[in-house]
């Protein structure tokens, strides 16, 4: 079991460029979520998806966007990316019937936007 | 505005003693508290839980208090080693599948 996997580790991007994100699980969960970290604020969200096909915004979900195709992938979308930004990006999935919320993390893509 | 707060950035430790981490929250509706345990260049990984039913909950060396009326969590670690050096985040949930973290606490076990 590989977990959660993201790709790419590492980018850097010029403003306005785009990009995606890909974040792939294969433990058959159904809940997947995208997080920002930035220091001094911990993890917040981003978009998430409680199934297959569907997406719903999270705490800061402007200038993003996320699709939910297949239930091991999430992608997480940059259209036109910008300084504010520039973070470490973590994906993470939960199963539906998990006593405690418990979610899993990928290990990150740390993204710098010049 | 941010339901679960961490107030200390950081907290030193010399190895064989006890640490201590503390988190508060505002919103009585969560449900589930977390605490999730990082290393520098990897995702956060699940450390230990407590649900609002409960106060104190262990597991080996590690033990996290619940107050509901002061609405205060904290996270024990005995005895502290230096393997424990990382950022520790609490976290909390409603009875949906959202988690609300705090900032973060960087622990550093000094040998």
């Known amino acids: 079991n590989a977990g959660v996997t993201q790709t790419p580790k590492f980018r850097v991007l010029k403003t306005g460029q785009s990009m995606t994100l890909l974040c792939a699980q294969d433990m058959n969960h159904e809940y997947m979520y995208w997080y920002r970290q930035d220091p001094g604020m911990g993890l917040r969200l981003i978009h998430y998806s409680v199934g297959e096909g569907t997406t719903a915004k999270g705490e800061v979900p402007d200038g993003y966007n996320v699709s939910r195709l297949k239930k091991q992938n999430f992608l997480l979308g940059l259209e036109s990316a910008a300084p504010s930004q520039t973070s470490v990006y973590f994906c993470?999935?939960?199963?539906?019937?998990?006593?405690?919320?418990?979610?899993?993390f990928g290990p990150g893509t740390r993204l710098t936007v010049l | 505005d941010q339901q679960v707060k961490q107030n200390s950035p950081s907290l030193s430790v010399q190895e064989g003693r006890i640490s201590i981490l503390n988190c508060d929250y505002t919103?009585?509706?969560?449900?589930?508290f977390l605490w999730y345990k990082k290393y520098p260049a990897e995702g956060p990984t699940f450390l230990i839980s407590?649900?609002?039913?409960?106060d104190k909950n262990e597991d080996g060396r590690f033990t996290v208090f619940l107050n509901k009326s002061a609405k205060h969590l904290s996270l024990h670690i005995v005895p502290s080693q230096p393997g424990d050096s990382a950022v520790y985040f609490c976290?909390?949930?409603?009875?949906?599948?959202?988690?609300?973290f705090g900032a973060g606490t960087t622990v550093t076990v000094r040998a």
């Open positions: 993470a999935s939960r199963a539906s019937g998990s006593s405690y919320n418990e979610q899993f």
């Open positions: 407590i649900s609002s039913i409960k």
């Open positions: 976290a909390a949930s409603p009875t949906d599948y959202k988690l609300s």
């Open positions: 919103n009585s509706m969560f449900d589930y």
